[in-house]
């Protein structure tokens, strides 16, 4: 590890290795001192798991919550439609998520091995949208919205509903969230990444 030249952050990330940190992680979080490298090689341990003899928890909650006890509390918001909505001029909406391959991991380095299984972000589309646009598989698209705009390989997907479209953010080179709005849920704030008004373009150099 490379640490500026700071003797102070030398002592206090004075590890060898991935254990080491693991390691001190179970010390200061007691619901996972249980968890060895060692138990962990022969089987799966769930949280909360308190000691190195704990079997681990199967099912968090069973009967009450922890937080506020009893039982979880719903509540009934009204639904609040999102202004992300087709226009002539963006007729198409991107949805972004995660891919089995990559999840978060891509987005980081993209130096581990998974790149080989999933190298990059792909523009998946309906096949009669694709065809309207004049896209093929494997093809470049330009994607553009209201807040800027990226290229993507073409994959044709059955799966989508007409109108909509669907890529990954793991890849820094396309780093399609450039392209979502910074809209926020009024409630806890998270962002709304997985709705954006797009149009598609064929891209041509």
């Avoid at 002592?11 to 138990?39: K, V």
């Avoid at 922890?66 to 909406?93: D, H, M, N």
């Avoid at 380095?109 to 494997?138: E, M, V």
Wanted: with cysteine; net charge negative; hydrophobic share 35%.
């Amino acid at each position: 590890m490379h640490y500026g030249g700071c003797d102070e952050k030398k002592e206090l990330f004075n590890f060898s290795s991935a254990q080491d940190i693991w390691n001190e992680i179970r010390d200061t979080w007691s619901a996972a001192y249980g968890i060895t490298y060692e138990r962990l090689d022969n089987n799966g341990i769930q949280w909360p798991c308190p000691t190195t003899d704990h079997p681990g928890t199967t099912i968090l909650h069973t009967e009450t919550f922890p937080r506020e006890g009893g039982r979880a509390k719903l509540s009934i918001i009204e639904f609040c439609p999102t202004p992300e909505q087709v226009t002539p001029a963006y007729p198409f909406i991107l949805i972004t998520g995660r891919t089995l391959y990559h999840f978060n991991a891509g987005n980081m380095t993209y130096r581990t091995a998974n790149k080989d299984i999933c190298r990059a972000d792909l523009l998946h589309l309906n096949p009669k949208d694709a065809n309207i646009i004049g896209l093929q598989d494997g093809d470049t698209a330009r994607v553009v919205s209201k807040y800027g705009e990226a290229s993507l390989t073409v994959c044709i997907d059955n799966s989508l509903n007409k109108g909509e479209a669907f890529s990954t953010f793991n890849d820094a080179r396309v780093f399609i969230n450039k392209i979502t709005s910074s809209l926020r849920d009024k409630y806890v704030q998270t962002p709304e990444y997985k709705i954006t008004a797009v149009r598609i373009e064929k891209w041509s150099a």
